[in-house]
């Protein structure tokens, strides 16, 4: 599945473009960081996965808190090795930081609290940016999902009822999310944007999520489709701030 997964990416992200020599690239200012919020939470599901896979098999929790916990630096790595082959990239010393932000944060949860309390996620929406330059945002929803930085929020789920006492009756299934985007990012150069009449800009959000792993149920399937679902926000309504229109309400949200 990993060594799949990678060669998808490489016919997608990297596809239309020829290879250099390995070379690294700092990136750190670009795309309001949105594609290191991607490394954080791409690691840290992989990492969240080793845990609870290694937690299976017997091994003594600390061991496989960290063990499981350095896989999503392990997995996450070697998109670094494609990058800096791509002479329209370059090996990223920060996305390497973020991978293991993502990585950390699990095992620093899973010491101090004995499983997760906040939980990263991902929501998705199309937008009008990706048309401007499709070979570099994405040509179809597939590939914008992956590129359009414009479409992509990331999440910080809290799980609430697990930071208050048993006897509070805060619903189970009720998490606050924080999130953060950007918007206006089509070209990585901020003088690129601003030629084109764009202003790329923060956006912060706050909503109300649905914790899906505390959904009571005894099916191994629901089970598993609750844990797939989890990485992912789901859409409820969200107030937005950003520098250029202020306070904004959505009805609901992606």
Do not use: C
Not at 70 to 84: A, F, H, M, N, T
């Amino acid at each position: 599945m990993y060594t799949g997964s990678l060669i998808a990416l490489g016919e997608t992200w990297y596809q239309d473009q020829p290879r250099s020599s390995f070379h690294w690239f700092n990136d750190a200012q670009e795309w309001k960081q949105v594609d290191k919020a991607g490394h954080f939470w791409g690691a840290f599901h992989e990492s969240r996965l080793g845990i609870e896979a290694l937690k299976r098999t017997g091994m003594p929790e600390k061991k496989a808190i960290w063990y499981g916990g350095l896989l999503g630096i392990v997995l996450q790595s070697p998109i670094e090795y494609l990058d800096g082959r791509s002479p329209d990239y370059g090996a990223s010393a920060s996305d390497l930081a973020a991978n293991a932000a993502g990585s950390f944060a699990v095992i620093g949860q899973q010491l101090a609290w004995g499983g997760t309390r906040i939980l990263p996620k991902f929501s998705f929406h199309s937008t009008q940016y990706a048309a401007i330059r499709p070979n570099v945002l994405g040509k179809n929803w597939q590939e914008q999902i992956l590129k359009d930085y414009n479409g992509q929020t990331y999440w910080l789920s809290v799980d609430v009822a697990k930071f208050l006492p048993r006897a509070s009756g805060y619903p189970k299934w009720l998490n606050v999310a924080l999130g953060y985007g950007a918007e206006e990012i089509v070209y990585h150069d901020v003088d690129a944007n601003r030629l084109a009449n764009l202003s790329p800009y923060r956006q912060y959000y706050l909503s109300l999520d649905l914790n899906w792993q505390a959904i009571p149920t005894r099916s191994r399937f629901l089970k598993g489709t609750f844990a797939v679902l989890s990485v992912l926000k789901f859409p409820a309504p969200a107030l937005e701030y950003n520098r250029r229109r202020g306070w904004k309400m959505h009805g609901l949200y992606f």
